[in-house]
């Protein structure tokens, strides 16, 4: 898939939430009003359970899915765990790696990550690899060294041609499900530093193309702020894309805010 960030990038992470019917629900909802969204790329990340469900009902919608998680094996004795086969056999064309509830809850590392990467390309699915510090370490001053060694470890063995496939999700820890957010010249602080270490990395011609999000209490009033930045690529948007009426609304304000930059 080609990726492409002349456009903001608004995925909604649905996370422990939404039964089948909820679920195609809300999208259709959303697909009603995509013609308004049009400048932007829409992505919806449902639970395991609703995925297949969530991708009949968008047939031929330009809305594209996502899974909230992958296993880096096609197949075999891993009880619980999801393929990247599995998934797009379900419709997905995206897959979150390393979300910090991943990390923090389930052990998920990052030599896990950059597994999980490589499993996804394989199997043309997009990863949205998620990095992002602890309340802690921010207070420690320990943010940019924390990005610095997630990116290193997380992309380790990944050449150009691999990260052009490639979304980098920021998302502070101590900004998921809290209701404080980065302030925009916090998230740009942060934003710039990956930026930069992916032209360290591949270039310049692939870092200026590679979309970053921003994920962390995203909602529709500070969505225009962030998004006016000029390193943030759009959202990774949790409790506020439950709702089809705040996604829709985030969408837009993106959308003003890309034109406006």
Same mark, same amino acid.
């Given at each position: 898939?080609?990726?492409?960030?002349?456009?903001?990038?608004?995925?909604?992470?649905?996370?422990?939430?939404?039964?089948?019917?909820?679920?195609?629900?809300?999208?259709?909802?959303?697909?009603?009003?995509?013609?308004?969204?049009?400048?932007? +790329?829409?992505?919806?990340?449902?639970?395991?359970?609703?995925?297949?469900?969530?991708?009949?009902?968008?047939?031929?919608?330009?809305?594209?899915?996502?899974?909230?998680?992958?296993?880096?094996? +096609?197949?075999?004795?891993?009880?619980?765990?999801?393929?990247?086969?599995?998934?797009?056999?379900?419709?997905?064309?995206?897959?979150?790696?390393?979300?910090?509830?991943?990390?923090?809850?389930?052990?998920?590392?990052?030599?896990?990550?950059?597994?999980?990467?490589?499993?996804?390309?394989?199997?043309?699915?997009?990863?949205?690899?998620?990095?992002?510090?602890?309340?802690?370490?921010?207070?420690?001053?320990?943010?940019?060294?924390?990005?610095?060694?997630?990116?290193?470890?997380?992309?380790?063995?990944?050449?150009?041609?691999?990260?052009?496939?490639?979304?980098?999700?920021?998302?502070?820890?101590?900004?998921?499900?809290?209701?404080?957010?980065?302030?925009?010249?916090?998230?740009?602080?942060?934003?710039?530093?990956?930026? +930069?270490?992916?032209?360290?990395?591949?270039?310049?011609?692939?870092?200026?193309?590679?979309?970053?999000?921003?994920?962390?209490?995203?909602?529709?009033?500070?969505?225009?702020?962030?998004?006016? +930045?000029?390193?943030?690529?759009?959202?990774?948007?949790?409790?506020?894309?439950?709702?089809?009426?705040?996604?829709?609304?985030?969408?837009?304000?993106?959308?003003?805010?890309?034109?406006?930059?």
């Amino acid at each position: 898939m080609n990726i492409d960030n002349q456009k903001p990038f608004i995925a909604g992470n649905w996370k422990l939430h939404k039964t089948i019917p909820a679920a195609i629900e809300l999208v259709k909802a959303l697909d009603e009003a995509i013609m308004e969204l049009a400048d932007a +790329e829409i992505v919806v990340i449902p639970p395991f359970t609703a995925l297949s469900e969530v991708g009949k009902t968008l047939q031929g919608s330009t809305i594209k899915i996502g899974a909230q998680n992958i296993f880096w094996e +096609e197949k075999g004795a891993f009880t619980g765990e999801v393929s990247a086969p599995m998934l797009k056999d379900a419709g997905c064309q995206y897959a979150v790696i390393g979300h910090s509830e991943r990390r923090q809850f389930f052990g998920e590392t990052d030599e896990t990550v950059n597994k999980k990467i490589k499993a996804a390309l394989t199997h043309a699915l997009t990863p949205i690899v998620c990095i992002g510090e602890s309340l802690e370490e921010r207070e420690k001053g320990e943010t940019i060294d924390k990005v610095d060694s997630q990116i290193k470890a997380g992309l380790d063995g990944l050449g150009k041609e691999e990260m052009s496939e490639i979304i980098i999700a920021y998302e502070p820890i101590w900004a998921i499900g809290t209701g404080l957010t980065a302030t925009p010249a916090q998230a740009e602080e942060v934003h710039s530093f990956i930026r +930069e270490k992916l032209t360290e990395k591949y270039g310049n011609e692939t870092a200026t193309c590679a979309i970053i999000l921003y994920g962390g209490s995203v909602k529709p009033d500070n969505t225009y702020s962030l998004l006016k +930045e000029q390193n943030i690529n759009g959202a990774l948007v949790g409790g506020a894309s439950l709702e089809a009426d705040s996604f829709i609304q985030i969408a837009k304000e993106s959308i003003k805010a890309y034109k406006e930059k």
